[in-house]
C-alpha cells in the first residue's frame, strides 16, 4: 500500500498503526503493495504460538516454572512501552521491539497453556492484574503529567483573551 492511499482495514489490522508511524513496523511488498507489520507483533506471535504448543507437547508446568514464565518475559515489553509512553522518549528500533514482543509472546502463550490445565490459576490472574494494573498507571501518569500539564496551556491561553466587551470596544467602532 502506498502511503499516499487511503490506510485499508487489513492494513490497520497487519499494523495498527497510522501510516505516519510505519517506522514501528517492518514492511514487505506482496502482490505489487506495501504491507506494513507491526514490529512487536511479529514477535509476539510466533512466540505464543511455539509456547503453547511446546507447552502442550511436555504437559503441565511445574508452579515455579508458571510463576517465571507468566511474569518475567512479558517485563521489557512493559517496562519498554511504560517508558517511551510516561517519558515521552523516541519508540526503540524495531530489533528492540520485536525482541520484547518475543518476551510478550512467550507470556501470553505460557498463560494459554496455564489455562489449559488449571483454568485461571493464581499465576495466570496474578499476570492478568500486572498487566492491567501496569496500563492503568501508565495511563493515569500519563494524564496526570500531561493533561495538568495542557490543561494549564489551554487555562493560560483563554486567561490571555480579552472580555467579549473589551474585543468589541477594541475591533467595532461606531460608524464603520
Known sequence: MEDTERQSFLSLLLSHHPVEQWHLCYRVRLAGRQWALCARCLGIYPALAVTLLLGQ???PWPAWAEWAVLMVPPLPALVDWATTAVERKPERPNWFRL????GMGVGI?????????????EPV???FAYIVLTVFLVRLVGFLRFGIEKRRRVKARLASRPTLEEYIRDNFRPGE
Open 125 to 127: 490472574v496474578a499476570q
Open 57 to 59: 507437547l511436555g504437559g
Open 99 to 102: 525482541v520484547t514482543g518475543l
Open 109 to 121: 502463550g505460557g498463560a494459554f497453556h496455564v489455562n489449559s490445565y488449571a483454568l485461571l490459576s
